[in-house]
């Protein structure tokens, strides 16, 4: 392994192989007991997309609070699954199976469109058009207002499902999808998130769903992969320690360079940049 790929390789604690029994059990008793620490938790909440990540950590999410409210006296627990549609959400079909198959204590829709649109007026007003690349972050934003909201009135936590393949390329809005109170799936790679979900035997259709932002209007469902210009396969396979393409290579680590800002919290004098995209290896 290359030096750099090794030294990421340590940082995501991917493992080459899994159990996806002992996976499912330790990351329902990571949230178990992070709530089981603090009176004031009483929820999950979590937007729920009708892709991957969202089915698997929605399923999660769900098995923990149903195990707590037989274990803790008084129970209550609650998990909040919020379909947040821009308006008719292209593939609204996966996300209602998807709500479907978890399960929820709560299921609520909230369409981000009124707001979102309001958001790129007002900046169009004040001189700031935004393109339809930078209206999907504002969407990913809106999204995050939203469950933060929630988590307040439902004495909540927001869940993120940020895992080592999307946070390895920084593929996620900042502050947007990026901005959550716990991230359960950190440690999974994309294929074994879809090993999880065919272990809890999630619908086939929402396990091998083609991963997609769906942030642009003018490029619908376009994929992640298509966006990155790297497979997934060579992102588990880099993050397994294996080796990838010199192509793949160069792809992932320009992106981990150039993202790597998103992995920090915001620099000061005396914490800066471990890497930039300008420096050589
Ligand atoms: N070197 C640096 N040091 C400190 N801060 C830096 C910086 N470079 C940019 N920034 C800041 O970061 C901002 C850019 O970051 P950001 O706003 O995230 O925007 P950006 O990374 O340009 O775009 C987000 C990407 O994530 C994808 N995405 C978003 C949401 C969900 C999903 C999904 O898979 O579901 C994917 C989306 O398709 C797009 O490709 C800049 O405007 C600037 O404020
Ligand atoms: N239309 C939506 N409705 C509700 N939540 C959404 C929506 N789009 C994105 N999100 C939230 O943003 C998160 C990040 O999106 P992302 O596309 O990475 O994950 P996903 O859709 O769950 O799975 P996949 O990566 O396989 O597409 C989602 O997990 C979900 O919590
Ligand atoms: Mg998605």
């Given at each position: 392994?290359?030096?750099?790929?090794?030294?990421?390789v340590e940082?995501?604690?991917?493992?080459p192989?899994?159990?996806?029994?002992t996976?499912?059990r330790?990351?329902?008793?990571f949230?178990?007991?992070?709530v089981?620490?603090?009176?004031?938790?009483?929820?999950?909440v979590?937007?729920?997309?009708?892709?991957?990540?969202?089915?698997?950590?929605?399923?999660?999410a769900?098995?923990?609070?149903?195990?707590?409210n037989?274990?803790?006296?008084?129970?209550?627990?609650?998990?909040?699954a919020?379909?947040?549609?821009?308006?008719?959400?292209?593939?609204?079909?996966?996300?209602?199976?998807?709500?479907?198959y978890?399960?929820?204590?709560?299921?609520?829709?909230?369409?981000?469109?009124?707001?979102?649109?309001?958001?790129?007026?007002?900046?169009?007003?004040?001189?700031?058009?935004?393109?339809?690349f930078?209206?999907?972050?504002?969407?990913?934003?809106?999204?995050?207002?939203?469950?933060?909201?929630?988590?307040?009135?439902?004495?909540?936590v927001?869940?993120g499902?940020?895992?080592?393949?999307?946070a390895?390329t920084?593929?996620?809005?900042k502050?947007?999808?990026?901005?959550?109170?716990?991230?359960?799936?950190?440690?999974?790679?994309?294929?074994?998130?879809?090993?999880?979900?065919?272990?809890?035997?999630?619908?086939?259709?929402?396990?091998?769903?083609?991963?997609t932002?769906?942030?642009?209007?003018?490029?619908?469902?376009?994929s992640?992969e298509e966006?990155?210009?790297?497979?997934?396969?060579?992102i588990?396979?880099?993050?397994?320690?294996?080796e990838?393409?010199?192509?793949?290579?160069?792809?992932?680590?320009?992106?981990?360079?150039?993202t790597?800002?998103?992995?920090?919290?915001?620099?000061?004098?005396?914490?800066?940049?471990?890497?930039?995209?300008?420096?050589?290896?």
């Open positions: 392994m290359r030096p750099l790929q090794k030294e990421i940082q995501f604690n991917v493992k192989e899994i159990d996806p029994a996976e499912t330790e990351i329902i008793d949230m178990k007991d992070y089981k620490n603090y009176t004031f938790i009483k929820s999950f979590l937007g729920i997309s009708g892709g991957q990540d969202s089915t698997l950590l929605g399923k999660l769900q098995m923990a609070v149903d195990e707590l037989e274990e803790v006296e008084g129970g209550g627990y609650e998990f909040h919020l379909r947040l549609p821009y308006g008719k959400q292209n593939d609204e079909q996966d996300a209602i199976d998807a709500v479907e978890i399960q929820p204590t709560v299921s609520a829709t909230i369409d981000i469109q009124p707001n979102v649109n309001q958001s790129i007026a007002s900046l169009k007003e004040a001189g700031y058009e935004l393109t339809d930078l209206e999907g972050n504002e969407k990913a934003r809106e999204r995050m207002k939203a469950q933060y909201a929630v988590a307040a009135v439902a004495d909540g927001v869940l499902t940020d895992h080592p393949a999307e390895i920084g593929f996620y809005t502050f947007g999808d990026g901005a959550a109170d716990l991230v359960p799936l950190f440690g999974l790679n994309k294929r074994q998130g879809k090993m999880l979900l065919e272990y809890l035997e999630a619908p086939e259709h929402l396990a091998n769903k083609v991963p932002a769906d942030l642009e209007d003018d490029k619908p469902m376009l992640d966006a990155l210009g790297v497979s997934y396969k060579a588990d396979d880099f993050l397994e320690g294996r990838v393409s010199d192509e793949d290579y160069e792809t992932i680590i320009g992106w981990f360079k150039k790597q800002h998103k992995r920090d919290l915001p620099y000061h004098r005396y914490n800066k940049p471990a890497y930039g995209d300008k420096q050589e290896e």
